[in-house]
């Protein structure tokens, strides 16, 4: 028995080598051409820099140059993509031969406002739009608040602490797809382990899935609870880079602890936390696990959000020049909240001043 699969095994390989020698001579001469651009890449960046313009940062701007370029390769050139479609009407019924226009482009966008984005009349921008801003600021809201809470509790003296940062992350290592449908599991209506506890304490439990809000707070649940443990890792990382001088000195002053934490705690958590609510809101709004695997955007649409719509609409109706403006539009707005948000609440304060 293991004769024949030693046997099978080294057949395998030896059949395999003659590919897999084919595949490295047509990789090996370019990834010598990628090593020798970087290289060449970099000395010219630095020689313009360091002898042209006399940089002092000449050096980490050429360190920094590749991966650069890299960005603006794998980024830019999918978003000048799909620009190039939402000005088209390039959909499955003319899959080769799509056309390009301004024409094309406005009709589009004009659509995403005013005709309703999926099945149903009500399915409209502005019902979607205002469904998302909610769905985004409830999950945020509990992110921040309950990984607040967490944090300042491992951030104190506490026997085991490192287990409960371990076990407190597991939410957060657990990937999406497992996430989405062991709460669909437990929002059951019959047998979900959510209405067989309620039913416990004699309560009737409510139909999760089967009734749009209900099936709306399901997801809420399902996605506040995954996303705390970042929120608290980011939080607690930032609260145990305060110095504890601050501390002392306010508590020589008599500040209580609410005080503590409003005028020491908050302000100094600020580069933290700027950021970290930023991603939060960027990844809640773009949040399409969550819905897709628990609800499908159901029943009859009722907990669709923005990028759903817009799942739906480029994939599941096939209307490709329509799905690229969609995502351009949500695109421009979360690119205006990450500004304004930024700016207001100057997170980056200490790095623009650096």
Sequence with gaps: MDYNLWTALLQGIRNALPSLSASLREII???FLIIAGSVFLELAVYFVLAKGLKSRYALPYTLLAPSALGLLAFLGWPLIFNVGIAFSNWRLANLLNPSFGLKYGLDNFRKVFTEPLLNTKASTFGVIFGR???????????????GMGLALLLNRKLRLRGLYRTLLVVPWAIPDVVVGLVWKGEFHQQFGFVNLMLAKLGIVGPPWLSDGSWAFVAVCIANIWRGIPFMMVIILGGLQSIAGEYFEAA????????????????????????????????W??????????????????????????????????????????????????????????????GALKGVTEA
């Design 132 to 146: 998302t801003m909610l769905w985004t600021v409830v999950n945020v809201f509990f992110h921040v608040v309950f």
């Design 251 to 282: 508590e020589i002053d008599g500040a209580s602890w609410w005080q503590q934490f409003r005028h020491v705690t908050i302000p100094l958590l600020q580069p933290v936390l700027g950021p970290a609510i930023t991603l939060g809101v960027i």
């Design 29 to 31: 001469p370019v990834l």
């Design 284 to 345: 809640t709004f773009n949040n399409l696990n969550a819905i897709f695997l628990i609800t499908e955007g159901g029943p009859s649409e009722q907990t669709n959000i923005l990028v759903s719509a817009l799942y739906n609409a480029a994939f599941g109706f096939s209307k490709f020049g329509f799905g690229a403006a969609f995502a351009i539009v949500i695109f421009v707005i979360l690119f205006i909240f990450a500004g304004g948000w930024l700016r207001a609440s």
